[in-house]
């Protein structure tokens, strides 16, 4: 059990749309990341945030921002929504100094 | 941006040692190979991690090889429940963000 949930499970959304992914981090994580898995590919990493501010993004294009909380929880929003963006969106969480970064179940989105 | 070569598939006898290699041959010197699996789309699971040294923890054995160009993870008596989709990734450090490079992964599957 990692104490990673992440909400909605599953999102359908039309092409042009915007969404707003969620995901709580385990105790204790002040750090979060987001990937986007295609179907039949390992994760890409997107960014991540540390202490509510992002302090490192992969090859995604603007569109694709978030959040961090007080709390720890955050958000992946991605606006202006493309058909390619169909995926698993997986968010992981680690403390600041850890080696292992723990996954939640992921939103599988879906872009009509 | 991929790090990692491995395997598409493989096959293993249940109760028998699987063997996962992976190829990282342009990994930098402070690059850690980590391992993580992924069952039917659920979030990756952490397994093993190392630099340089060979490492052994309660699921897995992990074997670097000494130009640290390349890695098997061991799995030393595989169970049905050890079918899934294998990743070996390099964690890279770039201005204090670790960012983990997934490649295409090995889909394990264990044959009663």
């Known amino acids: 059990e990692t104490g990673v949930t992440q909400s909605p499970t599953h999102l359908i959304k039309t092409r042009g749309q915007q969404v707003t992914l969620r995901c709580s981090s385990q105790?204790?994580?002040?750090?979060v990341s987001w990937y986007q898995q295609a179907l039949g590919q390992g994760p890409q990493f997107i960014f991540q945030?540390?202490?509510?501010?992002?302090?490192g993004r992969g090859n995604f294009p603007p569109r694709f921002s978030g959040l961090q909380f007080p709390n720890y929880s955050s958000e992946l929003n991605v606006n202006a929504l493309e058909l390619d963006d169909s995926a698993l969106y997986l968010c992981?969480?680690?403390?600041?100094?850890?080696?292992?970064?723990?996954f939640g179940p992921g939103t599988r989105l879906t872009v009509t | 941006d991929a790090k990692t070569t491995q395997p598409p598939s493989m096959d293993c006898a249940e109760g028998r040692a699987a063997n996962l290699p992976c190829n990282h041959s342009?990994?930098?010197?402070?690059?850690?190979v980590y391992w993580y699996r992924q069952i039917h789309s659920q979030g990756p699971q952490y397994i093993i991690h190392?630099?340089?040294n060979n490492e052994t923890n309660e699921m897995a054995s992990l074997i670097i090889t000494e130009d640290r160009k390349s890695s098997t993870l061991i799995l030393p008596h595989a169970t049905l429940r050890d079918t899934a989709v294998y990743y070996c990734?390099?964690?890279?450090?770039?201005?204090?963000?670790?960012?983990?490079?997934f490649g295409t992964g090995t889909r394990l599957k264990v044959l009663a």
């Open positions: 992981a969480s680690r403390s600041g100094g850890a080696y292992e970064q723990y």
């Open positions: 105790s204790g994580h002040n750090t």
């Open positions: 945030y540390y202490r509510e501010e992002e302090n």
């Open positions: 342009t990994i930098s010197g402070n690059e850690y």
């Open positions: 190392g630099l340089k």
């Open positions: 990734i390099v964690r890279v450090v770039t201005s204090g963000t670790y960012k983990y490079i």
